[in-house]
């Protein structure tokens, strides 16, 4: 039994639509990706059919420097659907209830940021996340849901898991394809090598899923954030904050002592980067071996260059290569080498391949990859691994249920 989609919802109703435009912004101006492409699908579909769309989603999380309010989405998402998207900046009060009202048929409105909400955030189950007074005030101005943020799907919000228990509740085109398309991935089996390039700035998601995915990668390639830290467990001096950075410290002391357990018990399974690359005082890329390292004083932007050699030379080894992060800071070219190696080896061979996130999606664009090298493109990051675990994600669940009860309910 799976969820019901968009084709089981009859149109011109009031439709709430859960996506998942988070995207990078680069001084204070949000960066155009694939994301809002591909919602802009299930969005267009919607309005085309007659239906009111009320699109809500969030940016950033509180206290970064990228949550800030959607304004510049709804200019983005409104060029991608090609019909205008209002944006009112209130996630649940009279205003945003007064723009919901106001909507005619075939109309696009987006509310702010929903994690400026208070009954957003902190992960509780649907049940309580169901009778927040969020929840309650916005389904009574709409008929249905649509959830298409399958990228957000492994976070209980309220935005993601409340509404199924008090709407009729569906999946997006973009749930859809992406649920069909991990699922089907988490389920496949290869005689050759397994490879999971493991980078990004979330190393908490990514770390959290290394211990589950213990059967079924055989060798972790690693860089960015949890890079860093998975050296600092071997005894660098790397993987802390300096100079007002905020990506380590706290994701250390999350994960110390799983990083410890996982080189412990996978320690031939993980690869390290041999070198570092850092911006000199002329401003260039420079490299350092790890060994030559001896006290951290700025940012590793990048993994270096022999590191991408040995993670090319293992990448043409594999049968299947899963990508979850990029290696470095790859917006900024100079820092692009390691993810651009990477992607290159993989684009290159004729393994399977999945890239993952948002953010590293994004790089093969921009370094003018073809998607058509890669078996699977997803814009889903943390949501991606966690399904290759096999694990079910909240917000499919809640979609499952409901769609199980409305059968159970109709039998
Ligand atoms: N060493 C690094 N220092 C700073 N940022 C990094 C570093 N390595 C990778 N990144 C950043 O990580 C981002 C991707 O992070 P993350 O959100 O975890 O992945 P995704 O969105 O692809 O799931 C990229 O935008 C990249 O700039
Ligand atoms: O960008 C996202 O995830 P990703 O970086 O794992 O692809 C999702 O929007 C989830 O965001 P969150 O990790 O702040 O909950």
Redesign the pocket.
Known sequence: MSFDTIDDLDPGQRVLVRLDLNS?VEDGTVQDNRRFERHAETVRELAERGDRVVCMAHQGRPGDDDFVSLRQHADILAEHVGRDVRFVPDTYGPEAVEAIEALDDGEILLLENVRMCEDELPEEDPGVKSRCEFVRTLAEHVDAYVNDAYSAAHREHASLVGFPLVLPAYAGRVMESEYEANTAIASRTFDGQVTMVV????AT?VISVMEALDEKVDQFLL???AG?LFLRAAGYPVGEDVAGMD?FDDQWEANADTIRSVLDERGDAITLALDLAYEDDDGERAEIDVEDVEEKTQ????VGSDTVEAYDAVVRDSEAVFV????????DER?SVGTVGVLEAIAETDCFSVV??????RAIEMYGLSEDDFSHVSIA??AYIRALTGDSLPAVDVLVEAANERDGGSA
């Open positions: 990078p980078g990004g700035t979330k998601d860089g960015g954030i860093e990506l940012g590793f932007l990048d979850k992060g990029a290696l470095g800071l790859f917006e820092f993952g996130g948002g953010d590293t999606s990051g943390g």
